[in-house]
């Protein structure tokens, strides 16, 4: 069964940057294109980015050039660094990935609060 747990939420003014960790487990990490999804306050979940096996990156247009996904195989950790931070990217931030043809069961996700 896949797990995710994720970590480094928290509280930073607008403009600044923060940087989320995803520890995996349950899967052959390598294996899998591994996605970053958000919940933002009264809205429905979104996704946000994903990195394949292979390393290539795409992105939601909301955070494009501002956020970066990149992964440790040897630590079976996914990573988001965000930058130029916005009020509106406020939410809970969960990792995932397609595990037999649908989404694993959500971690607990990590606040992100972006306010003055």
């Known amino acids: 069964q896949v797990q995710f747990v994720e970590s480094g939420g928290g509280l930073v003014q607008p403009g600044g940057s923060l940087r989320l960790s995803c520890a995996v487990s349950?899967?052959?990490?390598?294996?899998?294109?591994m996605q970053w999804y958000r919940r933002a306050p009264g809205k429905e979940r979104e996704w946000v980015a994903n990195?394949?096996?292979?390393?290539?990156?795409t992105y939601a247009d909301s955070v494009k050039g501002r956020f970066t996904i990149s992964r440790d195989n040897t630590k079976n950790m996914v990573y988001l660094q965000m930058n130029s931070l916005k009020a509106e990217d406020t939410a809970v931030y969960f990792c995932?990935?397609?595990?037999?043809?649908?989404?694993?069961?959500w971690g607990q996700g990590t606040q992100v609060t972006v306010s003055l």
């Open positions: 990195i394949r096996a292979s390393e290539s990156t």
């Open positions: 349950g899967i052959i990490f390598s294996a899998y294109t």
């Open positions: 995932n990935t397609y595990y037999r043809g649908r989404l694993g069961d």
